[in-house]
């Protein structure tokens, strides 16, 4: 059984910023990847940043330069530094974990519960 918890998610005027935080909790073996999707009223959930073998990141187009995705290894813990925020960048962000637990050795996607990213004009 995984869980992953967010936190950091809120109000912010447009040009601000934001951290998302997502902890990884349970009988963890390894984790392939971790990152974030979101998804904002009446679009398609898109994919938003990964990072992969705790290293390796990508990002979407729409963000590329303004967030920077990170992980804490001994924390199971991926980061998300949200800058120059913009109103389109509105949405429900949803924290995701490839990875492996001890008792069931191949690897499966979690997700967390999502956090609410609001940026007015």
């Known amino acids: 059984q995984v869980q992953l918890v967010e936190s950091g998610g809120g109000l912010v005027q447009s040009g601000g910023s934001l951290r998302l935080s997502c902890a990884a909790s349970g009988s963890i073996f390894s984790v392939n990847a971790m990152g974030w999707y979101r998804q904002a009223p009446g679009k398609e959930r898109e994919l938003v940043a990964t990072?992969?073998?705790?290293?390796?990141?990508n990002y979407a187009d729409s963000v590329k330069g303004r967030f920077t995705i990170s992980g804490d290894n001994a924390k199971n813990t991926v980061y998300l530094q949200m800058n120059s925020l913009e109103p389109e960048d509105t949405a429900v962000y949803y924290c995701?974990?490839?990875?492996?637990?001890?008792?069931?050795?191949?690897?499966?996607?979690?997700w967390g519960q999502g956090t609410q990213v609001t940026v007015s004009s």
């Open positions: 995701f974990a490839n990875l492996k637990t001890v008792l069931f050795l191949r690897a499966n996607d979690y």
């Open positions: 990072i992969t073998s705790g290293v390796i990141t």
